[in-house]
């Protein structure tokens, strides 16, 4: 015996419907903010210069990047935090060095909610983080574009084993080539490019010292000194070594010690790499100047004989 009740009305489903609109109260789906006031605005930018030397050359990016967010607590910095679920202090970081390599000139610029000044806060962190990694420049951002004003790096390449009679004639075969093409591994497979358009100095001589500090002198060392734009695909160190190779078959016995000394805007005249924080100084001192010249005008007594 069939127990069923009388058929229901029949039920129409709508292909692409919507939700209903949320009532009164109640909290759109994928509009929810994190709870609390929203981060404190910035009021200050500091360009920071630090180093990479000895052992720490080996640092990653994210190493360095945690030991600078854990130097930033120690040191009471006001940071500035980005807003959401997962706030974040506010540090831009300009170019960095490859793993491995050693480096005077690393670039990066934090914000402040609170105004500081520059060279207290670059003693503050400096001794807030590990030897080898140190803060040696610090000036107030007042000019935009930190990282549009890194076009060009000047390395220091150390050839335990290559005599400079060697690494000059390797140099000078390299720099006489119209183009030097190389392969580097990349996760889509091996990438050939041109190693020599972006380099536009390339000069041997016989070490003077060891700026790392951990490499013993040798009797036959070289020393290779280059400077390099920053072009896509980035050239390397190690693909003008790989360059090297192709046209003049130098092959170091040991892997090249090698440092960045220096990065900045390349000047086209002179061929030389500026200091990228120099704009910012001019911007400080002229500001002050324009200061003190206000406060003079404007104070009781001015102008009368």
């Known amino acids: 015996m ?24 109640e909290e759109p789906l994928g509009k929810r903010q994190p709870e609390g006031p929203p981060p404190a605005p910035a009021v200050q930018r500091i360009r920071l210069r630090y180093t990479k030397r000895g052992r720490l050359r080996f640092t990653s990016h994210r190493d360095f990047q945690r ?119 990349t996760k889509n497979g091996v990438r050939t490019f041109d190693a020599r358009s972006a380099v536009t ?6 070490p003077q010292g060891d700026p790392q500090g951990d490499r013993p002198l040798d009797s036959a060392c070289a020393i290779l000194r280059l400077v390099v734009r920053h072009v896509t695909p980035a050239v390397r160190p190690d693909d003008v070594l790989s360059g090297l190779r192709a046209v003049a078959d130098l092959a170091p016995p040991v892997p090249a010690a090698v440092t960045r000394l220096a990065q900045g805007l390349f000047d086209e005249e002179s061929g030389t790499v500026t200091d990228p924080l120099a704009p910012d100084r001019e911007a400080v001192t002229a500001a002050s100047t324009t200061a003190a010249a206000t406060a003079s005008a404007t104070a009781p007594g001015a102008g009368t004989a």
């Open 67 to 185: 030991a600078f967010e854990r130097a930033l607590r120690r040191a009471e910095v006001p940071m500035a935090y980005s807003a959401g679920f997962t706030p974040h202090p506010k540090v831009s970081y300009a170019n960095a060095a490859p793993t491995g390599t050693g480096s005077e000139a690393e670039y990066l610029e934090i914000a402040l909610t609170e105004a500081r000044d520059p060279e207290t806060l670059r003693v503050l962190l400096d001794e807030s983080l590990p030897a080898g990694l140190d803060i040696t420049d610090a000036v107030e951002a007042r000019t935009s574009g930190l990282a549009d004003r890194l076009t060009a790096s000047v390395w220091e390449l150390r050839l335990e084993g290559v005599t400079v009679e060697d690494a000059e004639k390797a140099a000078e075969a390299f720099l006489a080539a119209e183009s030097v093409e190389v392969q580097r591994k």
């Open 201 to 206: 100095e390339l000069t041997a001589a016989a």
């Open 2 to 25: 069939n127990r069923a009740g009388p058929p229901g009305p029949p039920v129409h489903l709508v292909v692409g419907a919507t939700r209903a609109a949320p009532h009164r109260g």
